[in-house]
């Protein structure tokens, strides 16, 4: 599929230059019908065994394309409602005593700073804050128990230090992916990290209420189990003696409706339709046009990495992102910084570019 027939798979487009991925993606036409498909069956045959079946099997499916989106293995694989509740639950599965010292980033996305400051109220845990970008010099290992950071900053679209990667041999590392699935080229398991947590519903365009969750099966061992809920439950009839599964399902969301798992699963479908490949090659590029485009245009652009992300600083970001509104642009201002910010995939064009430019 060429990159035009691509973006005609997005509704969205046919009136707007939509550059919001990083809050949520386009969804395609073909999310909406596969949701639809199931819903009228339900509603037409009725929901017996048969409906069950198929959502686990549906669930299944989904795993399959999460696990492709970061070259993973299906079965190291959860399948989450977000990012937070991925970030959530491994913090919740670190067995973390009154004491222990969490290392993060002052500037993490609430997500992630939400459960961490829950960990230090109640169980008595210590959170350390260092700049994103000096993390790695930061741990120490005699103290710090968890390093906790964004794969790809949410404000500047900045990568993770690469020497975390070092780091997690020693300490465990859990990277906030919700702006890195989807987003990026990466292989999950060479990233050092014990645990990534990232969102359908942004870079890989599914519905909001979808997630997934990665956990290193060397560590599956080690960590608790967090509410195990009837899905997580290898066999669910043993009563007080049943068990959560011993990979990644352990991990799954309770319950996410069916509906919402075939557009997860029908949007991973265009966008590997495109290619993978393609996918992160042309993003990649759109992003340094932009930046190439804004830095031309005298604007300061936040400093970042090779992400889909694009950060300037503006005067009254407000006032930017509904100028760029009214001319049929979405961008966004980031709450308690000066920057607006615009998320670039493969599924935009220079025009959508050019006309960001035009009200910026
Ligand atoms: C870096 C980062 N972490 C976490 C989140 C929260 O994501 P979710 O809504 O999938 O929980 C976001 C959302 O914007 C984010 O950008």
């Given amino acids: 599929m060429d990159h035009v027939a691509f973006r005609e798979q997005f509704p969205v487009f046919e009136d707007i230059a939509y550059l919001n991925a ?118 120490d290992p005699r103290t710090t128990k968890l390093v906790a950071c964004s794969h790809v900053n949410w404000t500047t679209g900045a990568l993770a230090p690469a020497a975390l990667a070092e780091v997690g041999r020693e300490v465990p590392v859990l990277l906030d992916g919700a702006q890195g699935a989807g987003a990026l080229r990466f292989e999950v398991g060479t990233l050092g990290c014990f645990a990534y947590a990232a969102a359908g519903q942004k870079w890989l365009c599914g519905p909001v209420g979808t997630g ?70 042309r993003a990649q590029a759109l992003s340094t046009l932009l930046v190439e485009g804004l830095e031309a245009a005298g604007r300061e652009v936040a400093p970042r990495g090779p992400s889909t992300l694009v950060s300037w600083t503006a005067e009254d970001p407000a006032a930017t992102v509904a100028a760029a509104s009214a001319a049929g642009v979405v961008v966004r201002p980031l709450p308690g910084t000066s920057y607006v910010r615009a998320s670039v995939g493969a599924w935009n064009d220079e025009r959508d570019l050019e006309r960001l430019l035009q009200v910026c």
Avoid: K
């Fill in 212 to 281: 997934l969750l990665w956990v290193d099966p060397a560590w599956r061992e080690r960590l608790r189990d967090t509410a195990p809920a009837y899905l997580n439950l290898s066999v669910p009839a043993d009563g007080l003696a049943a068990e959560a599964w011993p990979d990644a399902r352990a991990y799954d969301a309770p319950a996410i409706s069916w509906e919402s798992v075939a557009a997860a699963t029908a949007s991973a479908d265009v966008l590997a339709a495109f290619g993978w490949e393609e996918l992160f090659t």
């Fill in 22 to 139: 990083g809050s949520c993606g386009p969804l395609p036409g073909a999310a909406l019908r596969a949701a639809a498909d199931v819903a009228l069956a339900a509603a037409e045959r009725g929901r017996a065994m048969p409906y069950f079946e198929g959502w686990l099997a549906a669930l299944g499916e989904l795993r399959g394309r999460y696990a492709r989106s970061i070259a993973a293995r299906p079965e190291d694989v959860a399948v989450t409602t977000c990012t937070s509740e991925g970030l959530a639950r491994m913090i919740a599965a670190l067995r973390l005593q009154p004491g222990d010292e969490i290392l993060t980033a002052a500037d993490e996305h609430p997500g992630l700073l939400g459960p961490l400051a829950a960990v230090q109220r109640h169980l008595g845990v210590r959170v350390r804050t260092a700049p994103f970008a000096e993390l790695a010099e930061a741990v």
